[in-house]
């Protein structure tokens, strides 16, 4: 990709970009972004290399991408010992992973910048009253008032100062020595706990005999030390202000994240959030849901790939358990057929929302699972690799999804609700996903449904 002029590099502003908030005052969003224009990027160019780099290994079926966590980050839930959560979760889910697949995994956390959230409806209506809908903690407060509900350009540096210290902390975490012994021990502990950990016991103690023959021989394929950090560039205002130009060879980086993604509701061809993507040398990708076509897809490559570089381009997608066999082949089959070398990545949450009879927004642990079976099926039959999954999760005890080993119910949900919107698994139910994930990788391999 050739390095873009300023002109060339603006053209998004003159296009229409769905989902921007309704910022009340300009002048004020000038003021903050002109403050974010003039601070210091938060990751590198060689990071974000480093990552496309790990991401055409995927593409050609070397790697398997592990992308999660949370559904939309929390100012006032910020905390070293929640992060360390996550990114040791991610861990766990990492090494089962990638003994399953023989091949290394890339753990990229869905972090350090997931503030912002599209929503299906600009506004919710609560006892006969009608306000703007809650937007992400970047753009207005979960309250139920009209000052909460306020779109406010000033939240953007909080975003800023919030995902700097996230990535100062993933960035502490993954420069300290992870044994995966240990990692391995905390699984065992899972299994050993678990309803359904007789399941998984056989698969446990084939990671615990690869490691110590790995030991014996002095290594092995899991990266302890690299965590990557991901959000969807929803908010083009400040990712805009953040975009830097490498001195070293004039290509543009967004200094918000190293991977940043299209949401299914932005993906337009002609619109401003594929137009601004185009300008950035970051990897990047797209969500694809269920009413996408081939030719939408091929138009994506094409506006955001022109050159068919390997790891620059991830179709994360999202069909929903019911229908992701019979939609994806053909996506898959046009995509492979135009030699694009994309990374196929499956999101098994977003198209398995459903509300509970209490009015929690939840999903259904084996929905999850099957989707990502489907997912698993096509590419087999096609020949194609799969390239990795994108979930949200916790790694606190919470009860937003029902299923999974424990067996969470209905009746669970109210006890520990804590998203802001959508359900995530807890740190019980990924390992759940985790190890039945595994078994996709053995030839023949079946769900179980329970």
Known sequence: MLPL????AAHWRTLVAHQRPEWPSLAELGEVTDHLAASLPLVTPQECDTLTARLAQAAEGEAFLLQGGDCAERFDRLSTRAIH???RLLQQMALILTHASAAPVVTVGRMAGQYAKPRSRPTETVDGRTLPVYRGDAVNGTGFSQAERRPDPVRLLRMYD???????VMRAFAR??????????ENQ???ARSP???RYGELASRIGRALSSQEARGGGPLRTTEVFASHEGLLLDYEAALTREDPRSGRRYAGSGHMLWIGDRTRQPDGAHVAYFATIDNPIAVKLGPATTPAQALALIDRLDPDRRPGRLTFIVRMGAHRVRYLLPELVEKVTASGAPVVWVCDPMHGNTFEAPSGHKTRRFDDILAEVAGFFEVHKALGTHPGGLHVE???EDVTECVGGGADLGFDDLPRRYESACDPRLNEGQALDLAFQVAEMFTPGATVTRR
Do not use: N
């Open 162 to 168: 919030a995902s700097r210290h996230t990535l100062d």
């Open 196 to 198: 359904a950990g007789e």
């Open 85 to 87: 959560g996550k990114l």
């Open 393 to 395: 999760l916790t790694g």
């Open 189 to 191: 502990d899972f299994v």
């Open 176 to 185: 300290g020595s992870t044994d995966p012994r240990q990692l391995h021990e």
């Open 5 to 8: 002029t300023g002109e060339a």
